[in-house]
């Protein structure tokens, strides 16, 4: 088996991106001496070095690295090893402009950003390999060598191609996926607008057409296009296992639904030693500490609860969205330690020091323009510090109390087009069901549709227009055994190739709800209805309503005016031994809360009302003990009750009854026993 930590790591990772190669070399002896003051214990190196490391075709220079590793293995610091596969040097593209990515209506990108490969060429497979298997043997056994870190952030910024190199991949590709024609006709509905294919070489990409395309083939490509950069990632992992057998190779993931839509990660992880994640707060003025607690969760989720690593966040701003706060004073602890409480085995930054030049020049870093005389450097120390007191953490797993459901093909099918409603956004609905659970402090394992849910007893599906029949028959038999189930509107209306479930919707959840749904009525932009409840209290929803007919549901909640009034909203179904409950229009925080209190009164979850809102509690546990971890996000001072007494970590102090926290501070507390 493969190793899953980093090699000769100790404690927690503390580092971040290092490019000394943007640097003369005097100034890398600082950057040890720097980087041991602050605590650094791993730092990851060469991910955009490959124009330095092979100058011209076959001609090599290690000689500039070989100082690097050497410098930073005296340091006591640890490697992540980089194979520089993201940013093919130019005289490649000279030699091979076939490279370059083409888009949908044509465009063949250019060089001189990041990421613009064709993953389909094979020219570039080729010199991948080769300066993959070069960096192999030539490092395999150095001593600072503790993983290897292949490619950057595969998705973004070009996730597919539509050149004539992907043409004849994508056709290869379907023909393993059906084998025959007749089947691929089958599935993706060609008799629908004269589209029929006689044989495979008649497919091409879903390049851009007059209208809108066939989006069974659209979905299609998108699997395609992941499953080849995947295929990219494996031909270097495989490379790297063979040469340098014993040290985990992972590629920093970009799991957060704000940031990257094009990669299926329940895939993905399983193909990584080690599930590593970016993130970075997405600055739309709302909670981002919800969005971060989130990622974290749906990382862990992807690594099948296993410890995971935070391979890059920011000190401070970054500079690519249309304006970038800095964090506030404490925020970047706050941050840090969040990801740790959520299952990360450290917390690393991109990147070390500011660069200068370049496109990044003003995103923040450890050791920023301003020096060691800075807020920024002085949060790092005190950061570097906390991290290495949690050492005792590693190795334990987060405790979750529910699951979500998430799958990324179904998301990929509900944004093509010509779907009922433009403002219905699956991301968003998962936002907000997502926000919900945080705010009842429950915490949440994101779980694939088709896995075992009986560790739950609360599972919460907030999009999931496609589903397999084996999907329905799993949270059929979930509910059944005594799961409680809460459905959002527009799930389980299509299979995996995007074709309607034969019957009334939602096909695939019809017999665990107990209900089926007549029409779809969603609403004009600004619209909105009331619902009204047993007890005469009333809530709202806007963007859609449906038409249900309950069969052996009971109806809960009832529309009160717009089309659909007096049909159910909110309905409840008791199966076996559980209970599904089912929403059919978009409900706002008020209304999803009151839900899923509902929900969790069947599932028997206790309400947590003596913890503050936006006071995180979270669980870490192992043979090393039991972990709480509190997180303070307000400007006010919280207690928070102890189970049991214990040692806080970061102080040292003991800790028994109710906890102080202070303003934005976190407190992580080891109890006894």
């Given at each position: 088996?493969?190793?899953?930590?980093?090699?000769?790591?100790?404690?927690?990772?503390?580092?971040?991106?290092?490019?000394?190669?943007?640097?003369?070399?005097?100034?890398?002896?600082?950057?040890?001496?720097?980087?041991?003051?602050?605590?650094?214990?791993?730092?990851?190196?060469?991910?955009?070095?490959?124009?330095?490391?092979?100058?011209?075709?076959?001609?090599?220079?290690?000689?500039?690295?070989?100082?690097?590793l050497?410098?930073?293995?005296?340091?006591?610091?640890?490697?992540?090893?980089?194979?520089?596969?993201?940013?093919?040097?130019?005289?490649?593209?000279?030699a091979?402009?076939?490279?370059?990515?083409?888009?949908?209506?044509?465009?063949?990108?250019?060089?001189?950003?990041?990421?613009?490969?064709?993953?389909?060429?094979?020219?570039?497979?080729?010199?991948?390999?080769?300066?993959?298997?070069?960096l192999?043997?030539?490092?395999?056994?150095?001593?600072?060598?503790?993983?290897?870190?292949?490619?950057?952030?595969?998705?973004?910024?070009?996730?597919?191609?539509?050149?004539?190199?992907?043409?004849?991949?994508?056709?290869?590709?379907?023909?393993r996926?059906?084998?025959?024609?007749?089947?691929?006709?089958?599935?993706?509905?060609?008799?629908?607008?004269?589209?029929?294919?006689?044989?495979?070489?008649?497919?091409?990409?879903?390049?851009?057409?007059?209208?809108?395309?066939?989006?069974?083939q659209?979905?299609?490509?998108?699997?395609?296009?992941?499953?080849?950069?995947?295929?990219?990632?494996?031909?270097?992992?495989?490379?790297?296992?063979?040469?340098s057998?014993?040290?985990?190779?992972?590629?920093?993931?970009?799991?957060?639904?704000?940031?990257?839509?094009?990669?299926?990660?329940?895939?993905?992880?399983?193909?990584?030693?080690?599930?590593?994640?970016?993130?970075?707060?997405?600055t739309?003025?709302?909670?981002?500490?919800?969005?971060l607690?989130?990622?974290?969760?749906?990382?862990?989720?992807?690594?099948?609860?296993?410890?995971?690593?935070?391979l890059?966040?920011?000190?401070?701003?970054?500079?690519?969205?249309?304006?970038?706060?800095?964090?506030?004073?404490?925020?970047?602890?706050?941050?840090?330690?969040?990801?740790?409480?959520?299952?990360s085995?450290?917390?690393?930054?991109?990147?070390?020091?500011?660069?200068?030049?370049?496109?990044?020049?003003?995103?923040?870093?450890?050791?920023?323009?301003?020096?060691?005389?800075?807020?920024?450097?002085?949060?790092?120390?005190?950061?570097?510090?906390?991290?290495?007191?949690?050492?005792?953490?590693?190795?334990?797993?987060?405790?979750?109390?529910?699951?979500?459901?998430?799958?990324?093909?179904?998301w990929?099918?509900?944004?093509?087009?010509?779907?009922?409603?433009?403002?219905?956004?699956?991301?968003?609905?998962?936002?907000?069901?997502?926000?919900?659970?945080?705010?009842?402090?429950?915490?949440?394992?994101?779980?694939y549709?088709?896995?075992?849910?009986?560790?739950?007893?609360?599972?919460?599906?907030?999009?999931?227009?496609?589903?397999?029949?084996?999907?329905?028959?799993?949270?059929?038999?979930?509910?059944?055994?005594?799961?409680?189930?809460?459905?959002?509107?527009?799930?389980?209306?299509?299979?995996?190739?995007?074709?309607?479930?034969?019957?009334?919707?939602?096909?695939?959840?019809?017999?665990?709800?107990?209900?089926?749904?007549?029409?779809?009525?969603?609403?004009l932009?600004?619209?909105?209805?009331?619902?009204?409840?047993?007890?005469?209290?009333e809530l709202?929803?806007?963007?859609?309503?449906?038409?249900?007919?309950?069969?052996s549901?009971?109806?809960?909640?009832?529309?009160?005016?717009?089309?659909?009034?007096?049909?159910?909203?909110v309905?409840?179904?008791?199966?076996?031994?559980g209970?599904?409950?089912?929403?059919?229009?978009?409900?706002?925080a008020?209304?999803?809360?009151?839900?899923?209190?509902?929900?969790?009164?069947?599932?028997?979850?206790?309400?947590?009302a003596?913890?503050?809102?936006?006071?995180?509690v979270?669980?870490?546990?192992?043979?090393?003990?039991?972990?709480?971890?509190?997180?303070?996000?307000?400007?006010?001072?919280?207690?928070v009750?102890l189970?049991?007494?214990?040692t806080?970590?970061?102080?040292?102090?003991?800790?028994?009854?109710?906890?102080?926290?202070?303003?934005?501070?976190?407190?992580?507390?080891?109890?006894?026993?």
């Open positions: 088996m493969p190793e899953t930590t980093p090699k000769g790591l100790t404690g927690l990772a503390f580092g971040g991106d290092y490019n000394p190669e943007q640097w003369p070399e005097h100034v890398w002896e600082e950057d040890v001496r720097l980087m041991r003051e602050a605590g650094v214990t791993m730092v990851s190196v060469g991910i955009f070095s490959w124009a330095l490391l092979e100058p011209a075709p076959g001609a090599y220079d290690f000689a500039w690295l070989d100082r690097v050497d410098l930073l293995h005296a340091g006591g610091i640890r490697v992540d090893l980089g194979t520089p596969t993201v940013a093919p040097p130019a005289w490649f593209y000279r091979h402009p076939d490279a370059l990515p083409v888009t949908a209506d044509g465009t063949r990108y250019e060089f001189g950003s990041r990421g613009a490969i064709c993953h389909s060429n094979d020219h570039y497979r080729a010199a991948a390999a080769n300066i993959t298997t070069q192999a043997n030539r490092y395999a056994d150095h001593p600072a060598l503790a993983m290897w870190h292949v490619h950057n952030e595969y998705g973004v910024p070009v996730s597919a191609c539509y050149c004539e190199s992907c043409a004849a991949h994508f056709r290869r590709w379907l023909t996926a059906y084998g025959t024609v007749d089947a691929l006709n089958e599935a993706w509905g060609t008799a629908f607008w004269g589209q029929r294919y006689a044989g495979f070489d008649q497919v091409n990409p879903p390049r851009t057409t007059p209208t809108v395309g066939n989006p069974a659209a979905l299609d490509y998108k699997r395609f296009a992941d499953a080849t950069l995947r295929e990219n990632f494996v031909a270097e992992r495989d490379i790297l296992h063979r040469l057998p014993g040290v985990p190779v992972t590629t920093n993931f970009m799991t957060a639904l704000s940031q990257c839509d094009s990669i299926d990660y329940w895939a993905w992880g399983r193909e990584v030693d080690l599930v590593t994640n970016d993130h970075y707060l997405i739309d003025g709302r909670r981002t500490h919800v969005n607690a989130m990622a974290a969760d749906l990382t862990r989720s992807v690594g099948g609860g296993a410890p995971w690593l935070l890059e966040h920011s000190t401070s701003g970054v500079n690519w969205q249309p304006r970038n706060p800095a964090k506030a004073p404490g925020q970047m602890a706050r941050n840090s330690l969040a990801h740790v409480a959520r299952g085995e450290g917390a690393m930054f991109f990147q070390w020091r500011q660069s200068r030049r370049g496109a990044e020049k003003f995103h923040s870093s450890m050791l920023p323009h301003a020096g060691t005389d800075s807020r920024v450097w002085r949060e790092v120390v005190q950061l570097g510090a906390s991290v290495d007191s949690l050492t005792p953490v590693r190795g334990t797993r987060t405790v979750a109390d529910v699951a979500v459901l998430w799958d990324w093909h179904s990929w099918a509900q944004n093509l087009q010509w779907r009922p409603s433009e403002d219905h956004d699956p991301r968003e609905r998962a936002d907000a069901f997502y926000e919900a659970l945080y705010d009842r402090h429950l915490t949440v394992d994101f779980a549709p088709e896995a075992d849910l009986s560790a739950y007893p609360l599972v919460v599906v907030p999009a999931l227009y496609l589903m397999t029949e084996a999907a329905g028959n799993n949270l059929r038999e979930y509910v059944a055994n005594g799961g409680t189930l809460l459905v959002s509107y527009f799930s389980g209306i299509v299979d995996e190739h995007d074709a309607v479930h034969e019957g009334a919707c939602p096909g695939a959840l019809r017999d665990v709800l107990g209900l089926t749904v007549e029409e779809f009525s969603p609403l932009q600004g619209d909105r209805v009331r619902i009204t409840g047993p007890d005469g209290s709202t929803g806007d963007v859609w309503t449906e038409f249900v007919v309950p069969g549901a009971e109806t809960v909640w009832t529309y009160t005016d717009g089309l659909t009034a007096g049909h159910p909203a309905t409840r179904n008791r199966l076996g031994e209970s599904a409950w089912y929403v059919s229009t978009r409900l706002g008020q209304g999803l809360d009151a839900l899923i209190g509902w929900a969790a009164d069947d599932a028997g979850i206790a309400p947590r003596d913890l503050p809102r936006d006071v995180e979270v669980r870490r546990t192992g043979e090393s003990g039991i972990y709480v971890f509190v997180i303070n996000h307000t400007a006010s001072d919280a207690k009750p189970e049991a007494p214990g806080e970590l970061l102080t040292g102090d003991r800790a028994a009854g109710r906890l102080g926290v202070p303003a934005g501070a976190v407190r992580v507390v080891r109890l006894d026993g």
